[in-house]
């Protein structure tokens, strides 16, 4: 078993009998799912990393899944879960994923059995989505930034997104272009304080990216805000999760914002690409 936080209390404890450790019951979870609304909330699918676990009220800590742990109450028990993620891609950065509500459950824990769930999360009914893009339209949400050496496209065909048959796809094909960077054609407005404001993104690449934010003034000037880089997929989907919420606090000025992605080449080579599907922000 993989512990990320562990505030839970050593099972060998006394009982009566300084001599006899208490026996416990588990629980287990192998994996879990997701449900969404599709045309509100986008795809359901995730790549929740962990498990976060509370008993009767009281955090035991977040698990790496698949996990087995020891629960030391025996009956009726109150099961508060949340799943987990890497934030902004690093894996030594790991919290609980607060869009996604606590999972409330109920199960009877007896002594040296084990309980099995697969909880199925589902989002916060408080959270918001102002933008939503799977690029299985006409149109995208995406546009070449002033200085980019190639725009993303739409891209479609059977498998060319992640489960689906359209992704967004921008390429570095031609020698003379040194990056590659697309950013939304709208700015979206994004409060400042309240619940923290996420981006979701599934990815595949062969080079490493930039992930950014650009904010906008209220008088129109750009800046660009670094979030991340993210190392190449070698051209496998992944999924990765990036919190917005300090670059939106730190900029005084407006709550206009656009999410961007960049591609550099840094050798003569050509054919970099990045390909992006199931693009959400949500606060």
């Known amino acids: 078993m993989k512990r990320l936080t562990f505030f839970y209390f050593l099972i060998l404890l006394s009982c009566g009998d300084k001599k006899k450790a208490k026996i416990p019951a588990w629980l287990r979870i192998d994996s879990v799912g997701m449900q969404t609304n599709y045309a509100e909330q986008g795809t359901a699918y995730q790549n929740f990393k962990d498990v976060w676990v509370y008993v009767n009220g009281n955090l035991l800590g ?4 698949p996990f087995r742990i020891p629960i030391i109450q025996y009956g009726e028990v109150q099961l508060l879960l949340r799943p987990g993620i890497f934030v902004n ?13 606590l999972l409330n459950l109920k199960r009877k824990f007896t002594v040296d059995s084990t309980t099995i769930i697969f909880p199925v999360f589902s989002y916060d009914s408080l959270v918001t989505f102002p933008f939503l893009e799977d690029f299985e339209g006409s149109g995208i949400q995406f546009v070449a930034s002033p200085t980019s050496g190639a725009n993303m496209i739409r891209f479609s065909g059977p498998g060319a997104g992640f489960n689906s048959n359209a992704c967004g796809l921008m390429q570095l094909d031609d020698w003379s272009s040194q990056n590659a960077q697309a950013e939304c054609v709208s700015s979206i407005f994004l409060p400042k304080g309240g619940r923290p404001k996420m981006m979701e993104v599934h990815y595949r690449c062969n080079t490493n990216i930039d992930v950014l934010l650009i904010c906008i003034s209220t008088t129109g ?3 660009e805000k670094y979030i991340v880089s993210l190392k190449s997929t ?7 999760y990036f919190t917005l ?8 000025d407006g709550n206009s914002f656009k999410p961007a992605f960049r591609i550099l080449r840094e050798n003569p080579e050509s054919g970099k690409y990045l390909a992006l599907d199931n693009v959400k922000i949500l606060y």
């Open 234 to 240: 070698n051209g496998i989907w992944n999924k990765a």
């Open 245 to 252: 919420t300090p670059f939106i606090e730190s900029f005084a």
């Open 89 to 101: 891609g690093f894996s030594g950065l790991r919290a609980q994923y607060v869009p996604v509500r």
């Open 62 to 65: 977040g698990f790496e899944l």
């Open 221 to 223: 000037l750009r800046t």
